[in-house]
T-cell receptor
Framework: NAGVMQNPRHLVRRRGQEARLRCSPMKGHSHVYWYRQLPEEGLKFMVYLQKENIIDESGMPKERFSAEFPKEGPSILRIQQVVRGDSAAYFC???????????FGPGTRLLVL | AQRVTQPEKLLSVFKGAPVELKCNYSYSGSPELFWYVQYSRQRLQLLLRHISRESIKGFTADLNKGETSFHLKKPFAQEEDSAMYYCALSGGGANNLFFGTGTRLTVIP
């Protein structure tokens, strides 16, 4: 079991471009979580998804950010029209069920120039 | 509102000395508390959760509801314990985790 996979590991974008971050959960896991870590801060919850459904997006910024977890394929966190303040590490985690242990991916480090 | 506070950003101890990483929380209901660890060049991984009441790699943590604390302790630190440690909370049936800012532990040989 390869664990939670995230790609790309590093992503550089210019202001105004779009960023797409991918997360493949562990085999058998249908619950996916996205967290963001700004420099010198802890991880902050963004969104919780199950297959084809957004369950909790209380931590998502209201604009420019969206997430999906389609029936087939990885979960995608999409940031439109990136700004410098979006520069951060974005972590994905997956779990087998509700209240089960979350297993984290290696993260994607986004740098906005 | 939920809050997790780790007052020490950096902590250094000598090998063989006891270590305690502090974690205080604020939550109105009954939270579940966790410690996650990130070793150098590795991903974040669960160290222990309070409901399992386990000792992992010699570490223990007791939930003190009166003091709203969940400090992580180990009687004799080892060099391989050097890592970043995050305290986290979930509660109210929610699945998302609230993290503290982390403590970087360095064990000096």
């Amino acid at each position: 079991n390869a664990g939670v996979m995230q790609n790309p590991r590093h992503l550089v974008r210019r202001r105004g471009q779009e960023a797409r971050l991918r997360c493949s959960p562990m085999k058998g896991h249908s619950h996916v979580y996205w967290y963001r870590q700004l420099p010198e801060e802890g991880l902050k919850f963004m969104v919780y998804l199950q297959k084809e459904n957004i369950i909790d997006e209380s931590g998502m910024p209201k604009e420019r950010f969206s997430a999906e977890f389609p029936k087939e394929g990885p979960s995608i966190l999409r940031i439109q029209q990136v700004v410098r303040g979006d520069s951060a590490a974005y972590f994905c985690a997956s779990s087998a069920g509700v209240a089960e242990t979350q297993y984290f991916g290696p993260g994607t480090r986004l740098l906005v120039l | 509102a939920q809050r997790v506070t780790q007052p020490e950003k950096l902590l250094s101890v000598f090998k063989g000395a006891p270590v305690e990483l502090k974690c205080n929380y604020s939550y109105s209901g009954s939270p579940e508390l966790f410690w996650y660890v990130q070793y150098s060049r590795q991903r974040l991984q669960l160290l222990l959760r309070h409901i399992s009441r386990e000792s992992i790699k010699g570490f223990t943590a007791d939930l003190n509801k009166g003091e709203t604390s969940f400090h992580l302790k180990k009687p004799f630190a080892q060099e391989e314990d050097s890592a970043m440690y995050y305290c986290a909370l979930s509660g109210g049936g929610a699945n998302n985790l609230f993290f503290g800012t982390g403590t970087r532990l360095t064990v000096i040989p």
